[in-house]
Nanobody, 122 residues
Framework: QVQLVESGGGLVQPGGSLRLSCAAS????????MGWYRQAPGKKREFVTT???????NYADSVKGRFTISRDNAKNTVYLQLNSLEPEDTAVYYC????????????????WGKGTLVTISS
């Protein structure tokens, strides 16, 4: 049994900053990658950023230079630093992770958190 729990969402003004956290817990054997997606009101879920266990990162063009993903492997936690926020960044932000459990360490699958709401408004 494994799960992901996001935290840190809230209301900020345009140009402001926010830091999101996502902690994986449970019977984890390995985590090969963790990342963030978001879903704005009335829109489909979109990719934001990912980081692998070796430190490789990818960012959506819309957030490059503004958002930073980081990962603490020892804590099974991923963070997302959101800077220079724009109203268009308003969305529910979902954490995801590709993980294998101790019970089945050779089978990795993608898990999702339930999301945390980020609202940018003046």
């Amino acid at each position: 049994q494994v799960q992901l729990v996001e935290s840190g969402g809230g209301l900020v003004q345009p140009g402001g900053s926010l830091r999101l956290s996502c902690a994986a817990s449970g019977s984890i054997f390995s985590i090969s990658a963790m990342g963030w997606y978001r879903q704005a009101p009335g829109k489909k879920r979109e990719f934001v950023t990912t980081v692998t266990s070796t430190g490789s990162t990818n960012y959506a063009d819309s957030v490059k230079g503004r958002f930073t993903i980081s990962r603490d492997n020892a804590k099974n936690t991923v963070y997302l630093q959101l800077n220079s926020l724009e109203p268009e960044d308003t969305a529910v932000y979902y954490c995801n992770a590709r993980m294998a459990t101790r019970e089945d360490p050779y089978y990795a699958m993608t898990y999702w958190g339930k999301g945390t709401l980020v609202t940018i408004s003046s």
